[in-house]
């Protein structure tokens, strides 16, 4: 019965992951862009990262995360974080037609449908385990975040060779979850709670949805309101899986479809 169910939790799965042709496109597309924003003299170097780079992507929400690493020497390296969003995305307009201010990031509509998100970086020096520190604007564009790309790349790269293939499917699970109920919980938070809950084994999928709502609604840097909406769907989870388990399969997925959709 648990094969089962398993079965069904890895349909629904491939239903929103990315074809691997959806996602070279869309890193083509990034890549194109991150050549033209080299060319600029502001502009030391782009990294592609994110979702669509650490391979935990999803259909319908996920798009490309660019980081242009601003020039040191440039006068840009020394403007607030509000004006660099704002110069960044006036450079981008100057080669792409479809460009808007989305939080701390310039969001780019390429011609073939693809969405960037291009974050301006500046370097601020080394972290302890070698890999490049950057300052980026906070989401409210008033001041400042400390941003190491490398350092999430290196993490879901260990933990997915420790736990294996549901790890990816967990958090592209959870990231539907979280896109089509008000984004309560940003990706890279989700990949974080993902590393942070399961160190050497992961249970069957269902226990790891509960396992990882759990996890999302006990931080204790969450206000009550906002940790409410992980509890109540644990409670959900909860509730879908014993009644699987007690042979009420009927119900079962119609309280899985109240978390992740119809599709489901």
């Known amino acids: 019965m648990a094969d089962e169910l398993s079965d069904r ?23 194109l862009l991150a050549q033209k924003l080299e060319r600029r003299p502001e502009i030391q170097k782009c ?14 929400y996920s798009d490309v995360d660019l980081v242009a690493v601003i020039e040191k020497e440039d006068s840009l390296s020394q403007a607030g974080s509000a004006d660099l969003v704002r110069a960044l995305s006036g450079i981008l307009r100057e080669t792409e037609s479809q460009v808007q201010v989305s939080e701390n990031a310039a969001r780019v509509r390429t011609a073939d449908g693809v969405t960037v998100d291009v974050l301006a970086a500046i370097q601020t020096g080394i972290s302890s385990a070698s890999e490049d520190e950057y300052r980026i604007s906070s989401s409210n564009r008033k001041g400042w975040e400390r941003y190491a790309p490398e350092e999430q790349n290196r993490r879901i790269r260990e933990s997915a060779a420790v736990l294996g293939d549901d790890f990816k499917k967990l958090i592209r699970l959870i990231k539907w979850w979280s896109k089509s109920n008000g984004h309560p919980i940003s990706s890279y938070e989700i990949e974080s709670a993902a590393c942070q809950a ?44 014993s ?22």
């Open 47 to 60: 990294l592609i990262t994110g979702s669509m780079a650490r391979k935990t992507a999803i259909r319908k």
């Open 198 to 241: 399961f160190s050497m084994r992961m249970p069957e999928m269902a226990q790891a949805v509960i396992d990882m709502y759990e996890y999302m609604g006990g931080s204790n840097c969450r206000p009550l309101p906002e940790m409410s909406i992980f509890i109540e769907a644990k409670e959900v989870a909860e509730e879908a899986y």
């Open 9 to 31: 939790f890895n349909a629904f799965i491939r239903k929103i992951t990315l074809s691997d042709g959806e996602r070279h496109e869309a890193l083509k597309q990034g890549l």
């Open 243 to 264: 009644s699987w388990q007690s042979g009420n399969k009927k119900e079962s997925v119609q309280l899985w479809g109240r978390l992740f959709g119809e599709q489901f």
